[in-house]
């Protein structure tokens, strides 16, 4: 499985725009690439998700780079109740036969929100 | 609309009992996936159903296994508990088995003691 990489912690203040970084080097040309966040205790959270385009919805922005091997999520005005553990996957719809997708999750960043 | 709900919230139990927890999809969904989060990890893949069949399975032992009932909701079943088996079980939803959009309950979480 293709995997990603991501900073293990993050810190940011409230009101200002968070970037989450995201690194996926072995990505193939069918990968999604998607964000995840886990509130405590909470189960995770489905952010947003994205192929090649950059992608908006009322959570955030996903911003791909051209070449697919990295990306960026951008919350674009932190509040407290964003503090949580994001978690950059990637999936292919292929993966364990036809129907099948699962989601493989890494440790994610864990993001502070600074009052 | 409800969400995607498991039962119980929290079970204890002892090494080599068994344990039945429970899924109840949003309604409209066909897929169910079950995940294991052991704290201070992501969660970890275990089983995926949709329309009733098993269409993935993670890396764990036999003595995990799950089923999908008409409904479309769920059961995990783990025999002959573990300590290692201490957990956050967390079950997903989705429209189809193909879709990248998973919705997730709460969790049950399990203490092996």
């Known amino acids: 499985d293709a995997k990603t990489t991501q900073p293990n912690s993050m810190e940011s203040n409230e009101e200002e725009p968070v970037h989450l970084p995201c690194n996926h080097s072995?990505?193939?040309?069918?990968?999604?690439i998607h964000w995840y966040r886990q509130l405590p205790s909470q189960g995770p959270e489905y952010v947003i998700h994205?192929?090649?385009s950059n992608v908006n919805n009322r959570m955030a922005s996903l911003a791909i780079a051209e070449d697919r091997k990295s990306s960026t999520l951008i919350l674009h005005r932190a509040t407290l109740r964003d503090a949580a553990v994001y978690y950059c996957?990637?999936?292919?719809?292929?993966?364990?036969?036809?129907?099948?997708?699962?989601?493989?999750f890494g440790k994610g960043t864990k993001l502070s929100v600074i009052p | 609309d409800a969400g995607v709900t498991q039962s119980p919230t929290h079970l204890i139990k002892t090494r080599g009992q068994h344990v039945t927890l429970r899924c109840s999809p949003i309604s409209g969904h066909k897929s169910v996936s079950w995940y294991q989060q052991v704290l201070g990890q992501g969660p970890q893949f275990i089983f995926q159903y949709y329309e009733k069949e098993e269409r993935g399975r993670g890396n764990f032992p036999d003595r995990f296994s799950a089923r999908q009932f008409p409904n479309y909701s769920s059961e995990l079943n783990v025999n002959a508990l573990l300590l290692g088996d201490s957990a956050l079980y967390l079950c997903a939803s989705s429209l189809a088995g193909g879709d990248r959009t998973q919705y997730f309950g709460p969790g049950t979480r399990l203490l092996v003691l």
């Open positions: 994205g192929l090649t």
């Open positions: 072995t990505i193939s040309g069918t990968d999604y």
């Open positions: 996957i990637l999936s292919n719809p292929s993966y364990s036969g036809a129907g099948s997708y699962q989601l493989t």
